[in-house]
């Protein structure tokens, strides 16, 4: 399993030409997961549609196992996140709220989901928190970093290792 950026995946997505990019992400050492800077705009809700791409080689269970979050804004700019992963027709696979009220989900790792072999599309939603945000797009970016785990075997993360005594 590793993630990969999609062709045009950090192009410019939606109607908004203030920006240049709204969104500039890219995975992780090792393909286990990506980092994302997003520009929040003050509309009802971001759409960051097919700006990553997931390869799972063979059938097994995914699960979330770290988000990490910050921002350069004065204020907390998202209220919620949630990111897709969806098969090739655009249907929604697995969902997981990253961001809850503006922290971090505190539930993590999350249960373990069965994915088959394939190629996904990953996407993002984000609420931003509204009153807080300028007119116009600013150069104030979000930035979030997602790590998965994977299992080939069972459903169950595996264990933790402990340090040798």
């Known amino acids: 399993m590793y993630f990969a950026i999609q062709p045009n995946g950090n192009a410019k997505i939606g109607n908004n030409s203030n920006v240049p990019s709204y969104i500039n992400a890219q995975p992780s050492s090792g393909g286990s997961g990506f980092t994302a800077q997003v520009h929040i705009t003050n509309a009802m809700y971001n759409y960051y549609f097919n700006f990553m791409g997931l390869a799972v080689s063979k059938t097994g269970y995914i699960y979330l196992a770290k988000v990490a979050y910050s921002y350069t804004a004065t204020n907390n700019p998202i209220q919620n996140a949630t990111l897709y992963i969806m098969n090739q027709q655009g ?15 505190s539930t993590l790792p999350s249960t373990p989901l069965q994915i088959n072999s394939g190629s996904y599309i ?38 933790i290792p402990l340090p040798s005594p």
């Open 122 to 159: 990953v996407s993002l939603l984000i609420v931003p928190y509204q009153g807080t945000l300028p007119k116009t797009p600013s150069n104030d970016l979000a930035t979030i970093t997602v790590n998965f785990g994977f299992s080939p075997m069972t459903a169950s993360p595996p264990p």
């Open 91 to 105: 249907q929604i696979v697995y969902k997981y709220k990253l961001i809850v009220n503006g922290v971090v989900n």
